[in-house]
């Protein structure tokens, strides 16, 4: 088992057929998962591609998260929230200037996942729009609106998937306030 | 008036400044709309930023769109149909591989942006989740099922932009069965 401190995180290779499990430990804390091909980094986990094949925003047990290329990366295998956001990309410096209103604002996931992600060789223009764990976000079906909600996680929850080819991942335990009930909690992981 | 002819695709420039009107001529046709800074092809325009800022999925007059680099790229000036999308990649021959089962299918709106941004120096990896204009996609608020439906878009219906940056603009005339209530029509626009 391997903790992501709160407001940081972490870069690892998953290779095809291993299994990764997501654990939010204290609850109400989102993790924002980014993939790319190990061998190719110009392929990348794709929301537009997942959101269009699963028919649904809310992707869960069962669903596969696609590449831009449309090759299938992550398998949810197990699952036990069901609420994950899909269309958001890491919180930023920018987000917190532009949404909170922050004069000295902290990196957020895109920062952390910038840095932990330049010694693979990838750049912060290639970090996409993440497959938020726990993230809970809802939607108004007839304005669009939607809105940042506390996670449905419990301490313990988890969330498992399978690697459908090597993969490159990064992961945060994220900094967003209004993302993780305004109080920022560790991320733990394991891979078998 | 310059027209996209069904199925197909144009790429041209948008200087900082400039306006861009895009008409559906004969009503329930889908144009998918990306954009590039014209100087620096790395900054994309970006659904994640544009929906977290606006805290919306349905864009219409007075929303930005934002780069990844969350700079303003285009400012919704006028719009007489106030229904796009901004959740899915350009259709495909893989999405009509996988949602409609097709073994032998078009190139889709991917493949037609791939052979007009190709002359820019843009590859088929950087062609990012399009707005997808007069593309009306329902959500259900519980399960966030998704559903494409024809578009809200009349004869003569547009949309207007103003360029907030020096631009590359791809757009198409949407080849995908669904989103064009099953008829392939052409797209027209104008820059002033």
Redesign the interface.
């Known amino acids: 088992m391997t903790r992501i401190e709160p407001c940081s995180a972490k870069a690892f290779e998953l290779k095809k057929g291993q299994f990764l499990t997501v654990i939010d430990p204290e609850g109400q804390q989102v993790g924002d998962l980014v993939a790319y091909n190990r061998i190719d980094i110009?392929?990348?986990i794709?929301?537009?591609?997942s959101?269009?094949?699963a028919?649904?925003?809310?992707l869960t047990k069962g669903d596969l998260l696609y590449s831009?290329?449309?090759n299938p990366m992550l398998d949810i295998v197990n699952d036990n929230v069901g609420r994950h956001d899909f269309?958001?990309?890491p919180c930023?410096k920018?987000?917190f200037r532009?949404?909170y209103g922050d004069d000295n604002p902290l990196p957020g996931c895109q920062g952390n996942l910038e840095k932990v992600l330049e010694p693979f060789g990838i750049?912060?223009?290639q970090i996409?729009?993440a497959f938020n764990i726990f993230m809970n976000v809802?939607?108004?079906?007839s304005?669009?609106?939607?809105?940042v909600l506390p996670p449905m996680s419990r301490a313990g929850d988890k969330i498992t998937f399978e690697a459908k080819m090597d993969l490159l991942i990064g992961l945060t335990a994220c900094s967003a306030g209004q993302s993780n009930n305004f109080k920022f909690k560790p991320i733990d992981f394991e891979i078998y």
């Open positions: 110009r392929e990348y794709s929301s537009g591609r959101i269009d094949y028919s649904k925003l809310f831009n290329r449309s269309t958001l990309t930023s920018d987000t532009i949404i750049i912060p223009d996409p729009i809802s939607v108004d079906a304005s669009g609106k939607i809105a």
